[in-house]
């Protein structure tokens, strides 16, 4: 296995291990230890090669967050619905956050009864 840089995989841009170094990985190794190489992915990403030429990425996630924001980032609707809204905002449609004007909730009272 061997350290590849710094780089950010397309469709990767918000995992917590971006940004640290890509390690690359034979299949036949990683076939032969996935679940060191699954742990090794919480905080790295892993380049699968194949008769030496990248062929995948091993993506693991070190909690149910890191799971969410991937799926987020990876559902054609949620990006779709992004796009939409950042062209109404380009259009002048919508409200900027210095108009909105946020009234404070009343709190419940506590031990009244």
């Keep these: 296995m061997e350290a590849i840089g710094t780089q950010n995989p397309k ?19 990683i076939k032969d230890d996935l679940s060191k190489y699954l742990r090794m992915a919480e905080n790295e990403v892993i ?5 030496g030429k990248p062929a ?3 993506v693991g996630f ?10 987020l980032e990876n ?15 380009k259009a002048g449609k919508g409200i900027k956050l210095e108009d909105l004007q946020i009234q404070p909730r009343a709190r419940p009272r506590r031990g009244s009864s």
Excluded: C
């Design 75 to 89: 559902d054609p609707r949620f990006l779709q619905r992004i796009a939409r809204a950042r062209a109404s905002l």
């Design 11 to 29: 469709g990767m841009s918000g995992l917590r291990n971006i940004g640290k170094a890509m390690k690359q990985a034979a299949l036949s190794e």
């Design 56 to 58: 995948g990425v091993l």
């Design 47 to 51: 380049v699968i090669t194949r008769h």
């Design 62 to 71: 070190a909690s149910e967050d890191d799971w969410f924001d991937y799926k």
